[in-house]
Nanobody
Framework: VQLQASGGGLVQAGGSLRLSCAAS????????MGWFRQSPGKEREFVGF????????YYTDSVKGRFTISRDNAKNMVYLQMNRLQPEDTAVYYC??????????????????WGQGTQVTVSS
């Protein structure tokens, strides 16, 4: 599956953005989908995950209650709704596909395919 993330931009603190991830390929529903982010000088970190059906989601503690992941399997799309954004959320955001036999949700190595990333900048 090939992935392309979009929707990033510049937003003021407290604002919202919705990122989209478009997937190509008929096997999309076989994959759980994750979102990661990477800030300059920092390692890429786990943001959240949604299961193949969309019935289960998981988030890193720093975004719980602010970010929501959803997916539309009919459209091969995954979304990351980000509310109450803070300057520390500034990063390049990546979507990634995890196969059914993948490892831990928060580990980069568990994901087989990655999108190109979209920049999110939150000004204070």
């Amino acid at each position: 599956v090939q992935l392309q993330a979009s929707g990033g931009g510049l937003v003021q603190a407290g604002g919202s953005l919705r990122l989209s991830c478009a997937a190509s390929g008929r096997a999309f529903t076989n994959y759980g989908m994750g979102w990661f982010r990477q800030s300059p000088g920092k390692e890429r970190e786990f943001v959240g995950f949604i299961s193949q059906s969309g019935g289960s989601t998981y988030y890193t503690d720093s975004v719980k209650g602010r970010f929501t992941i959803s997916r539309d399997n009919a459209k091969n799309m995954v979304y990351l709704q980000m509310n109450r954004l803070q300057p520390e959320d500034t990063a390049v955001y990546y979507c990634a596909a995890r196969p059914p036999d993948g490892g831990p949700l928060e580990k980069i190595i568990s994901y087989k395919n990655w999108g190109q990333g979209t920049q999110v900048t939150v000004s204070s």
